[in-house]
């Protein structure tokens, strides 16, 4: 099969039989459903820029394994060019979309697995890697969205999986079959999952011996019987229900999120990656999530447009030539760039694994991260500063709309006299929607949290920073003597 | 007899292009008519490759064009450059390699 486009995606999805909930209700058409569609509209996106020659070279690889092109969100990595462009790529369609779209979680997922595979294979002889790449090639020749999961919900962060009072609380293996195994458990947090064509389970944890039933790592189809999603809620995200569209602010596209809910799913051999290997459970979990935080190149995207609406409000405020305004901007961009420049350079300094795999410089990818789940706070501060407090007091559409009181909200909300005064309601709503609606769930809090939390990464770096390198070359400098 | 060229374009990803790359490419295709047809960088059947980077990065892989006549454009102005180049040419067999 060829690269499909958002039309073909969206077909595909339509056969797929997802088993989704959201406020209490079953719904029978996840693709249609007006919260969801957003978010399926963003996927859609990364099939459809594949096609567009201006943006064909970060969307599209050649694969190692038939060198047949495909899409990057299939393609393992097999240069330090390919890791740069993957950053690139996000950041592209960040700013495209205006959102998280979603489909970088399963692309990060394969790559750790084709490491990870690989390494357990060397030590333990088992067959996973090649098991994982006839899974691959499945992947790439049907142009797949993987959602990659690994967040178990963990219940007593005290607790060992296998010392939790519920044993659920991680995914686990509870049955072995002739064909396959039964696993139980859940995965929070999954983005994009009712727009996955399959799931990828990871474990989320390193873990010991006693805790080898959770040591686990496999693909199913996403809507394997057994599988339950419940819907995550965001802020304003019932305005998708509404009759008009403009106070959505992002009029084409979202993210979601759900909890996916594992009963008694049946998971047969040739699907599974990491089978109690407890040992490499850490390998891959660091390996993924080190992928994963050099991913978030797509925030400096979103946060193109953010700046971009935080330029064009002030124009039409009238306040652009303002000297506070224009510094206010010139930090945006300082701090957005500050974000791209650390995916770009763990990318740069990636290296080639045994397995073939390039894989990201660890601790630039962390401080990458780390300065993620910082800057666009401060970038959406500032965006919210140079738009005014209308952005918040602003009424409906419907009210704008109104033939009794729409004329007041033309006359009163009117700035700049060249500019239509829905534009400036429409920029504020953007604003709005990146900083406080749906899309701040993927700006602003899943910057801080997404690929772990900010703790995680000051412990990664402070595990590889070198600190005899730098503590020899200070008592050097200073004349005491190296081995004082 | 008007001999039209044919000549690959190949785009950079567009991650942060300076300039709009789309836009420059319907000028050059403008100021050229006639005599250049553009077709897909992967047709083995032309004479030389554009490369239209969107800036002086300029990150797409060259070694899939080792051995053909190819030009980089990464500005507006180079887009101008090579629209002048080409129309300077005249009755030559192949296009001389541009960068």
Redesign the interface.
């Known amino acids: 099969m060829s690269l499909m486009n958002a039309k073909q995606y969206e077909e595909s999805l339509r056969k797929l039989h997802f088993n989704v909930w959201m406020f209490g209700k079953k719904i029978e058409n996840v693709v249609d459903d007006p919260i969801i569609r957003p978010s399926m509209n963003a996927v859609a996106a990364t099939y459809e820029f594949a096609h567009y020659p201006e943006y064909e070279d970060l969307m599209t690889a050649t694969s190692h394994i038939t060198g047949k092109k495909v899409n990057r969100f299939c393609h393992i990595h097999q240069s330090t060019a390919d890791l740069v462009k993957k950053s690139k790529m996000g950041r592209l369609l960040g700013s495209l979309t205006g959102c998280c779209f979603q489909r970088c979680v399963g692309m990060d997922a394969m790559n750790a697995l084709s490491m990870t595979t690989y390494d357990i294979d060397q030590k333990y002889e088992t067959g996973y890697n090649k098991r994982f790449l006839k899974y691959l090639e499945y992947v790439q020749e049907n142009d797949l969205t993987c959602d990659g999961a690994m967040t178990d919900p963990k219940g007593d962060r005290s607790k060992a999986p296998h010392q939790q009072d519920d044993p659920d609380m991680f995914m686990h293996v509870v049955e072995e079959r002739e064909g396959g195994i039964v696993v139980r458990g859940a995965k929070c947090h999954q983005t994009g999952a009712v727009n996955s064509h399959e799931i990828i389970i990871m474990p989320t944890i390193s873990m010991r011996e006693e805790d080898k039933d959770y040591a686990i790592s496999f693909a199913i189809p996403a809507d394997s019987e057994g599988i339950t999603y419940i819907m995550g809620r965001q802020s304003c995200d019932t305005r998708k229900l509404e009759k008009g569209t403009m106070d959505r602010g992002n009029q084409f596209y979202g993210g979601h999120e759900a909890l996916v809910v594992f009963e008694d799913v049946f998971v047969p051999w040739d699907r599974i990656f990491m089978y109690k290997e407890w040992d490499f459970a850490g390998q891959l979990v660091e390996q993924f999530a080190s992928y994963h935080r050099q991913s978030y190149a797509c925030k400096a995207g979103v946060g193109d447009v953010l700046i971009g609406a935080a330029q064009t409000i002030a124009e039409y405020n009238g306040a652009q030539k303002a000297s506070h305004v224009k510094d206010k901007i010139i930090e945006m961009n300082h701090l957005n760039e500050t974000l791209y420049c650390g995916s770009i350079a763990c990318a740069s300094e990636g290296h080639k694994e045994p397995s073939g795999t390039y894989y990201v410089n660890t601790l630039l990818a962390n401080v990458c991260k780390q300065n993620v789940t910082r800057f666009p706070f401060e970038i959406a501060r500032l965006a919210q500063d140079i738009a005014g407090g209308l952005m918040v007091t602003l009424p409906s559409e419907e009210d704008f709309r109104s033939p009794e009181v729409g004329k007041w909200i033309e006359k009163y909300y009117k700035a700049n006299t060249d500019i239509p005064t829905e534009y400036r309601m429409r920029i504020l709503r953007l604003i709005e929607n990146i900083t406080l609606g749906t899309a701040a769930v993927g700006y602003l809090t899943e910057s801080m949290h997404g690929a772990g939390s900010p703790q995680a990464q000051r412990i990664m770096i402070s595990r590889q920073v070198n600190m005899n390198a730098k503590k020899k070359v200070a008592k050097k400098l200073s004349g005491i003597p190296e081995d004082e | 007899m008007n001999n039209i060229r044919k000549i690959g374009?190949?785009?950079?990803?567009?991650?942060?292009p300076q300039y709009d790359?789309?836009q420059a490419v319907a000028s050059i295709k403008r100021h050229l008519a006639g005599r250049v047809e553009f077709v897909?960088y992967e047709d083995r059947d032309v004479e030389g490759v554009l490369v239209v980077a969107g800036c002086p990065t300029a990150?797409?892989?060259l070694t899939l064009f080792e051995g053909r006549p190819l030009w980089v454009v990464t500005s507006e102005k180079d887009a101008e450059g090579f629209v002048e180049k080409i129309k300077k040419m005249e009755n030559t067999d192949g296009l001389e390699r541009g960068i």
């Open positions: 374009l190949k785009y950079c990803g567009g991650c942060a790359r789309v897909s990150c797409v892989d």
